[in-house]
């Protein structure tokens, strides 16, 4: 079993303070905020990505909007109880802020960061329920899998997925408890939660879009792997 848990979900995002930080929770005296950091994609649009990180990552560091930024860490899944239901919420946990000024210093020496790719994740876990394969009204074909990322302390992060063209029908083909190593970035979507009296409300997914997938065989330590020609979007 894959005890590295750094390994098992890693992601660097380059981008921009989107948001003022709030505060989140406190743990053992150690207090928590989240800002929204926005990610530019090759379409020239961008994905508006939730960051959670530790007072004591940026007390030397002021998160002014529209800065430049390089956020380090790990894409986590936790429930959250909202009138006795449970909604899984996803959120990137910083490990390590670099500011503006230091980024260019630090992509000199630090193999992780690559300025030229602005979202990368890259995930270890297990396939949670058979993923469902379909198609979109263009004929594009699309697939959706959940993951189980083992974390420290016996956790696990619960992480949405999309595939798509010839990784799609890969995915198709896994059977839940398959142990997968998926490579994307993460992505924000915008959709409309409707209630049963009618009223519309709009809501914020967010995913990993997989650009390249391999099923981790353990016993035999090869592995079967399948890439997509996905477009930008």
């Not at 995002?13 to 505060?23: H, I, T």
């Not at 690559?114 to 469902?132: A, F, M, Q, W, Y």
């Amino acid at each position: 079993m894959n005890t590295n848990y750094l390994d098992n979900n890693h992601l660097v995002l380059v981008g921009k303070v989107a948001s003022e930080k709030r505060f989140s929770h406190e743990i053992y005296g150690e207090s928590f905020y989240i800002f929204d950091m926005e990610i530019p994609r090759l379409s020239e649009t961008y994905d508006l990505i939730p960051i959670t990180v530790s007072e004591r990552l940026i007390s030397n560091n002021q998160l002014e909007i529209g800065k430049r930024i390089v956020v380090k860490g790990q894409f986590r899944s936790y429930n959250s109880y909202e009138n006795e239901k449970s909604r899984l919420v996803l959120t990137v946990f910083a490990k390590d802020v670099i500011p503006e000024a230091e980024i260019e210093q630090r992509a000199e020496n630090d193999e992780d960061i690559d300025l030229n790719v602005s979202n990368e994740v890259t995930l270890i876990g297990h396939i949670c329920k058979k993923p469902i394969y379909r198609k979109t009204p263009f004929g594009r074909e699309i697939a959706d899998a959940l993951l189980a990322v083992n974390r420290a302390y016996n956790k696990s992060d619960y992480i949405p997925a999309i595939a798509w063209g010839r990784t799609a029908r890969f995915c198709d083909t896994l059977e839940t408890g398959t142990q997968v190593k998926a490579v994307g970035r993460v992505q924000s979507r915008v959709y409309q939660k409707k209630y049963e009296d009618g009223t519309v409300e709009d809501r914020t997914a967010y995913e990993v879009s997989i650009s390249s997938l391999e099923v981790i065989k353990e016993e035999t330590d090869t592995a079967e792997e399948a890439n997509t020609d996905q477009e930008a979007v």
